[in-house]
T-cell receptor, first 114, second 110 residues
Framework: DGGITQSPKYLFRKEGQNVTLSCEQN?????MYWYRQDPGQGLRLIYY???????QKGDIAEGYSVSREKKESFPLTVTSAQKNPTAFYLC?????????????FGDGTRLSIL | QKEVEQNSGPLSVPEGAIASLNCTYS??????FFWYRQYSGKSPELIMS????GDKEDGRFTAQLNKASQYVSLLIRDSQPSDSATYLCAVRNAGNMLTFGGGTRLMVKP
């Protein structure tokens, strides 16, 4: 089945530690996105990538980094510079060159501080 | 700052009633509009999309778009307890970027 796979489902970070969240899709989508959701809030865009080897900062990129070495994969690293990383992280993807296509989401990773 | 506004709720309706969820947006250049349903602890799932002024119906769901007034709404007919969730409005602007509202929490009481 085609879809977006995020792992792990739950992740705990120690102070000063970098952690990496995985996002893989087999939908042949060009564009991929990372969002952060805090309790009771909407989604805020961290980074996005519209093509391999290229990515752009979203609204809240500070303390995060990404790479896009393969079309299928868009990992997100939460660095030690992100002082408040506890949140629900959602990866999404969509077809880039067909108009009006929606984004589809993975199941999310819940990150907490130890 | 391009904004998408929703009443956070909770909106409480009795089972079988019509639930009406509203969303306003600030960017007049917005082109596509989406409603996502998000159950507690889960990821958002797309339930409706609308691109032209007017109504679009899909089963118990109707999306309504009024670009002149910059609002989009979602009606849920014959509301069921299983419809209890947070509904996120998302708006795509001319730059092809999606902005999400904060969501409206809907509670359908048996």
């Amino acid at each position: 089945d085609g879809g977006i796979t995020q792992s792990p489902k739950y992740l705990f970070r120690k102070e000063g530690q970098n952690v990496t969240l995985s996002c893989e899709q087999n939908l042949n989508h060009d564009a991929m996105y990372w969002y952060r959701q805090d309790p009771g809030q909407g989604l805020r865009l961290i980074y996005y990538s519209q093509i391999v080897n290229d990515f752009q900062k979203g609204d809240i990129a500070e303390g995060y980094s990404v790479s896009r070495e393969k079309k299928e994969s868009f990992p997100l690293t939460v660095t030690s510079a992100q002082k408040n990383p506890t949140a629900f992280y959602l990866c999404a993807s969509k077809t880039q060159y067909v108009s009006n296509q929606p984004q589809h989401f993975g199941d999310g990773t819940r990150l907490s501080i130890l | 700052q391009k904004e998408v506004e929703q009443n956070s709720g909770p909106l409480s309706v009795p089972e079988g009633a019509i639930a009406s969820l509203n969303c306003t947006y600030s960017d007049r250049g917005s082109q596509s509009f989406f409603w996502y349903r998000q159950y507690s602890g889960k990821s958002p799932e797309l339930i409706m999309s609308i691109y032209s002024n007017g109504d679009k119906e899909d089963g118990r769901f109707t999306a309504q778009l009024n670009k002149a007034s910059q609002y989009v709404s979602l009606l849920i007919r014959d509301s069921q307890p299983s419809d209890s969730a947070t509904y996120l409005c998302a708006v795509r602007n001319a730059g092809n970027m999606l902005t999400f509202g904060g969501g409206t929490r809907l509670m359908v009481k048996p």
